[in-house]
């Protein structure tokens, strides 16, 4: 499983690539993305996945499958 960013919302703060325990948030094309094979959803380091904590954007981070 892993998260993906909307890029209609994002704003390229870049909030959420320090915080990913993973590396798995990266800069691509002036926002931020997600490496579905690096991302696990923050399981087994983080209660809840740290860049959607972070995020202060509404439905920007969300499931890569919805
Ligand atoms: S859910 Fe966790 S592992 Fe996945 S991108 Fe966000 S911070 Fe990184
Ligand atoms: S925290 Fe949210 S708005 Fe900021 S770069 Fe990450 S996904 Fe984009």
């Known amino acids: 499983m892993?998260?993906?960013i909307v890029k209609d919302v994002c704003t390229a703060c870049g909030d959420c690539e320090p915080v990913c325990p993973t590396?798995?948030?990266?800069?691509?094309?002036?926002l931020y993305a997600i490496?579905?094979?690096?991302?696990?959803?923050c399981e087994g380091e983080h209660d809840e996945p740290q860049c959607l904590d972070v995020c202060?954007?509404?439905?920007c981070i969300i499931p890569l499958d919805s």
Do not use: F, R, S
Request: with cysteine; proline share 9%.
């Open 2 to 4: 892993a998260l993906t």
């Open 23 to 30: 590396k798995a948030v990266y800069p691509h094309k002036g």
């Open 35 to 41: 490496d579905p094979e690096k991302c696990t959803e």
């Open 56 to 59: 202060m954007e509404d439905d």
